[in-house]
Nanobody
Framework: QVQLVESGGGLVQAGGSLRLACAASRSLFSINYMGWYRQAPGKQRELVAATTSGGRTNYADSVKGRFTISRDNAKNMVYLQMNSLKPEDTAVYYC?????????WGQGTQVTVSS
């Protein structure tokens, strides 16, 4: 079982930055895959960025060059640094972890980007 708690969302103007944080309830060494997803009103949840225990990362095309995912295994934390934010980045952002056959989700944090 893994509990995930997101923080760092808020309201920001277009062009601004936010850093989201996800705290995991157990060591990240036992979690192969961690990702950030987002869901805007009326849209499906989509992958934003992901990282594996081996250090691989991947990003949605819409955020490449603007967002950076990182993990701190010692602190059981995963971060999403979001720069040059756009109104279309407005969504609820969810932290996701995959450990073995199980998948876990946080409760989400709202990010609102005003134009």
């Amino acid at each position: 079982q893994v509990q995930l708690v997101e923080s760092g969302g808020g309201l920001v103007q277009a062009g601004g930055s936010l850093r989201l944080a996800c705290a995991a309830s157990r060591s990240l060494f036992s979690i192969n895959y961690m990702g950030w997803y987002r869901q805007a009103p009326g849209k499906q949840r989509e992958l934003v960025a992901a990282t594996t225990s081996g250090g691989r990362t991947n990003y949605a095309d819409s955020v490449k060059g603007r967002f950076t995912i990182s993990r701190d295994n010692a602190k059981n934390m995963v971060y999403l640094q979001m720069n040059s934010l756009k109104p279309e980045d407005t969504a609820v952002y969810y932290c996701n972890a995959a450990a073995g056959p199980s998948t876990y989700w946080g409760q989400g944090t709202q990010v609102t980007v005003s134009s």
